[in-house]
């Protein structure tokens, strides 16, 4: 996490204010976009090159990229498996 | 006294700019995010918003807004990267808007939050002002087009800076620009 220089007290206390499960919505959507993106660039592939190789539009993969997409199972699984990386990682309870 | 009408004309003239100052908004290792304030008002154009809808009564409106701030956030986390943001204005400026996850709602009855910014680089990102969206376009209101427009202005006159090689990250807090 970025190391914090300053923060207006006013947007620090509505920060304060955002509800957990919104928290996390946008966290982990900005998260998984910057992921693909970092992915995309560590092997020099354009957006245009995975649009191709999940056989969808640009235009969607572009949407995918902007923080704002709610992403399916389906969708994420297709990526993973067109970059051939994980994007997401699920937990696993101790035994 | 002739000299005189046209001294007032030009005081005058030089009275209908409006004078932008940036102000620090959340500064980070990775980003730098700056707000504005016109004309030495008490309130940046960030907190004009924030105080618009904080106490908002629409659950969408309300859900916006903490969208719109976490994203902030998330922006000073990640880079202002420019896979985020769509442009908003004209191809040549770099005015956007802070990326917003809209939950689906009857758009009859509700509007959403738009908050618009201009993107100069994965470092510096300066949020100017924003409103309520109920058009399919922000040339359809007469608010959020004002508050493009002004950040259109801005943008022309931080490009000029730039031009002349000033480094915006470094300079920005230190400068000041007027705008029509």
Redesign the interface.
């Known amino acids: 996490?970025?190391?914090?220089?300053?923060?207006?007290p006013?947007?620090k206390k509505?920060?304060g204010?955002?509800?957990p499960s919104?928290?996390r919505?946008?966290?982990l959507?900005?998260?998984i976009?910057?992921r693909i993106?970092e992915i995309l660039k560590l092997k020099h592939l354009s957006?245009a090159d995975l649009a191709r190789a999940v056989g969808k539009k640009p235009a969607l993969v572009?949407r995918w990229?902007?923080?704002?997409?709610?992403f399916t199972i389906q969708t994420l699984s297709q990526i993973e498996a067109a970059l051939g990386v994980s994007i997401i990682h699920v937990t696993k309870a101790r035994k | 006294m002739f000299n005189k009408i046209i001294l007032i004309i030009f005081a005058m003239k030089d009275q209908s700019k409006t004078k932008v100052e940036f102000?620090?908004?959340?500064?980070?290792?990775?980003?730098d995010i700056y707000?504005i304030r016109l004309n030495e008002e008490k309130d940046t154009e960030?907190?004009k918003f924030?105080i618009m809808f904080?106490d908002s009564e629409d659950e969408y409106l309300k859900?916006d807004?903490?969208?719109i701030?976490?994203?902030?956030?998330?922006?000073?986390?990640?880079g202002a990267?420019e896979?985020?943001?769509?442009n908003e204005g004209l191809f040549k400026d770099r005015v956007c808007a802070i990326?917003?996850?809209?939950e689906p709602r009857d758009k009859t009855k509700h509007g959403t939050l738009r908050l618009y910014c201009i993107r100069v680089s994965d470092s510096l990102l300066i949020v100017g002002g924003g409103g309520l969206k109920v058009t399919d376009n922000y040339e359809a209101d007469e608010n959020l087009e004002s508050k493009v427009k002004t950040l259109q202005a801005i943008d022309n006159e931080l490009m000029k800076l730039e031009r002349q090689k000033t480094e915006l990250i470094d300079e920005i807090v230190n400068i000041s620009v007027q705008i029509d």
């Open positions: 996490m970025a190391r914090i220089r300053y923060i207006d006013e947007l509505a920060l204010k955002v509800p919104i928290r919505e946008v966290g959507s900005f998260d976009a910057g993106s957006q572009s990229l902007s923080g704002t997409h709610n | 102000i620090p908004l959340l500064l980070t290792e990775k980003t707000t960030f907190n924030l904080k859900g807004l903490d969208r701030i976490r994203a902030i956030e998330k922006i000073s986390e990640n990267l896979s985020y943001f769509r990326p917003l996850l809209i």
